[in-house]
């Protein structure tokens, strides 16, 4: 029962390069979710998806991009990275609404 | 837009004192509020999960209480050990299924 996987766990970017986060359930929830995490803040959320082809944007949504082509994967790429980009992403999925929220360990990612 | 406040920020109690870590919300419209525990470079592991139409959850050590009206959530942590030193997360679920995070209490149990 792996729950929710991030790969990769730590990544060093360079300025304007891109990548993406990957972040795969094996729950089958409909919800899924990506936050970052900057040092003594809360979670911000960037992107989040009710299901397959739908998406909407969070509260920091800007110099982001996600997909959501099946149930289970939810990737979200960096275009042109910024150092403000710097931060702890994590991924988080649902089976519905109302329900509990499982995350995945993390991603820690630099731009330097 | 939700906000979503923890106080106090930090922590510091004797081994085998109980632990009471408050949380507070703007918009009482919430459809359920989750308290989770994160560890030092480490993920956000569930605690309790509280529904809008309940008042409290308990397990455990652990009892969380919710008062919607109010905008208030309290989790109290009966008979604190040195494993239970960590941050832990209040989570407002919206309406709109967004979930809003506050900054976390970092708590330290000293032995």
């Known amino acids: 029962n792996a729950g929710v996987t991030q790969t990769p766990k730590f990544r060093i970017l360079k300025i304007g390069q891109s990548m993406t986060l990957q972040c795969t359930q094996d729950m089958n929830h409909n919800y899924m979710y990506w936050y970052r995490q900057d040092p003594g803040m809360g979670l911000k959320l960037i992107y989040y998806s009710v299901g397959a082809g739908i998406t909407d944007k969070g509260e920091v949504p800007n110099g982001y991009n996600v997909s959501r082509s099946t149930t289970e994967d939810f990737p979200l790429r960096l275009e042109l990275a910024a150092p403000s980009q710097t931060s702890v992403y994590f991924c988080?999925?649902?089976?519905?609404?109302?329900?509990?929220?499982?995350f995945g360990s993390g991603t820690r990612l630099t731009v330097v | 837009k939700q906000e979503v406040t923890q106080i106090p920020a930090a922590l510091s109690v004797p081994e085998g004192e109980n632990l009471v870590l408050n949380c507070s919300f703007t918009d009482s419209a919430i459809y359920n509020l989750q308290w989770f525990r994160q560890d030092p470079g480490k993920g956000l592991t569930s605690l309790l999960l509280i529904q809008s139409s309940q008042r409290e959850q308990t397990s455990g050590r652990l009892n969380a209480s919710l008062d919607k009206s109010s905008g208030r959530s309290t989790l109290y942590i009966a008979a604190s050990q040195p494993g239970d030193s960590a941050t832990y997360l209040c989570?407002?679920?919206?309406?709109?299924?967004?979930?809003?995070f506050g900054a976390g209490t970092t708590v330290t149990v000293r032995a």
């Open positions: 989570a407002v679920l919206s309406n709109d299924y967004k979930l809003s």
């Open positions: 988080a999925s649902s089976d519905r609404g109302g329900g509990g929220y499982t």
